[in-house]
Nanobody, 121 residues
Framework: VQLQASGGGLVQGGESLRLSCSGS????????MGWFRQAPGKEREWVSG????????TYADSVKGRFTISRDNAKNTLYLQMHSLKLEDTAVYLC???????????????WGKGTLVTVSS
């Protein structure tokens, strides 16, 4: 039972990247999902969330207008499309499953291994 994030890499500022998060042995449908990130030397921060049916999405102010969260329940996969990447977006990005179905984090019970996003100037 695990979540696995992928899609990270090295990009230049202003470029785009799409992250994916798949559940293995874990059904994501029916639960809210979220993306978090942790930059070197900093605490983990919440980035974005999506409700179980994808009717509601929420974003941290720092990424609003640049990132888009989505999900494909048929594929048991969560996505994070990132545009106009900035140096400060450099971090390990982690996906997580919520205990409830809301887009705001209420309590994450499964965490995936992160994928590193590095934005260079």
């Amino acid at each position: 039972v695990q979540l696995q994030a992928s899609g990270g890499g090295l990009v230049q500022g202003g470029e785009s990247l799409r992250l994916s998060c798949s559940g293995s042995g874990l059904t994501l449908e029916g639960f809210g999902m979220g993306w978090f990130r942790q930059a070197p030397g900093k605490e983990r921060e919440w980035v974005s969330g999506i409700s179980s049916g994808a009717s509601s999405t929420t974003y941290a102010d720092s990424v609003k207008g640049r990132f888009t969260i989505s999900r494909d329940n048929a594929k048991n996969t969560l996505y994070l499309q990132m545009h106009s990447l900035k140096l400060e977006d450099t971090a390990v990005y982690l996906c997580a499953k919520d205990l409830r179905g809301t887009s705001y984090p209420s309590g994450m019970d499964y965490w995936g291994k992160g994928t590193l996003v590095t934005v260079s100037s």
